[in-house]
T-cell receptor, first 111, second 113 residues
């Protein structure tokens, strides 16, 4: 069965510091991989996606993620965090017809 | 493109009442999904439709929940009778193959008292 693990429930980063959010998955084949962001009271917004090809994918708002097949990981990174990046981040794996979401990582940004 | 539109944004109802949540997917998207989000269980897929046909409803918690998609531009999720444990944010999302994953609506926050 497919599953997604986001091991960090909360992460606090200083504004301007770099960020890495971890995501590990279990899937029978090479899945489609996604990162979504959710601001308080809002729906989920797609940050980036991986289907195939280049394993380093660029997304919106300066985010990127790297697919590592050998580690079954798809970690999200940003070189310099802004206060507006404080939100909850969800990794998801699956197909267009069925996505499984991780439990999310809440990012707090300190001044 | 108005995005996925959900209504109402907030719903407060008494236990035992019927609740109907509504969703209008993005025009041209042929898959529609209903998710429930709670602190305890995170995001759970309740049901999804492909070309208006329910494909997988294994996530529907019990018979009190039902979903319909009478046409390509409208879907409902109904809870009858509602219970306090149904309190959650319910999201609708739509997609089409080969594009940008799911587009989510803003959600309906349901409170059952």
């Amino acid at each position: 069965a497919q599953s997604v693990t986001q091991p960090d429930i909360h992460i606090t980063v200083s504004e301007g510091a770099s960020l890495e959010l971890r995501c590990n998955y279990s899937y029978g084949a090479t899945p489609y991989l996604f990162w979504y962001v959710q601001s308080p009271g809002q729906g989920l917004q797609l940050l980036l996606k991986y289907f195939s090809g280049d394993t380093l994918v660029q997304g919106i708002k300066g985010f990127e993620a790297e697919f590592k097949r050998s580690q079954s990981s798809f970690n999200l990174r940003k070189p310099s965090v802004h206060w507006s990046d404080a939100a909850e981040y969800f990794c998801a794996v699956g197909t267009f017809q069925k996505l499984v979401f991780g439990t999310g990582t809440r990012l707090l940004v300190s001044p | 493109d108005a995005g996925v539109i959900q209504s109402p944004r907030h719903e407060v109802t008494e236990m035992g009442q019927e609740v109907t949540l509504r969703c209008k997917p993005i025009s041209g998207h042929n898959s529609l999904f209903w998710y429930r989000q709670t602190m305890m269980r995170g995001l759970e897929l309740l049901i999804y439709f492909n070309n208006n046909v329910p494909i997988d409803d294994s996530g529907m918690p019990e018979d009190r929940f039902s979903a319909k998609m009478p046409n390509a531009s409208f879907s409902t999720l109904k809870i009858q009778p509602s219970e306090p444990r149904d309190s959650a944010v319910y999201f609708c999302a739509s997609s089409r193959p080969g594009t940008d994953g799911y587009t989510f609506g803003s959600g309906t926050r349901l409170t059952v008292v």
